[in-house]
């Protein structure tokens, strides 16, 4: 029950940022969405626990999302064979930039976080 909860929080979540992306159409409801989780959870606004179990439920079937997308894969087998260097080239790229992102941001989180640590501590 507790899980289903914080699964309907998320969806709670993403209906808001849905509808707040119609009246901002320069930024993507995902961005929105990460933005307002991030800026919740780091104002102590929402606690952490409230959305852990749903969210690591949703991690753990998340092979449940990609289904459509392995059944397209295997419709155009003969279109991805014919193309295939190239979207090879683009997966590996694009792959790489998520993770430079992702450990950008981290980075940058992480010493953000520290000199907050080090700002209430004084």
Known sequence: M???AQILLLVLVWWLV???SSIL???PPTVLGIALL???LG???LPTDWLAA???FLLREMLLFFIPVVVAVVQYLDLLRSNLPAVLTVILLSTLCVMLVTAWVVDFTWKL???WRRDEEC
Request: proline residues 5%; positive net charge.
């Open 25 to 27: 159409p320069q930024l």
């Open 18 to 20: 849905s509808s707040l």
């Open 38 to 40: 991030l800026a919740l």
């Open 54 to 56: 749903g969210a690591g």
């Open 43 to 45: 104002l102590r606004v």
């Open 113 to 115: 976080e520290a000199r």
């Open 2 to 4: 507790k899980v289903l």
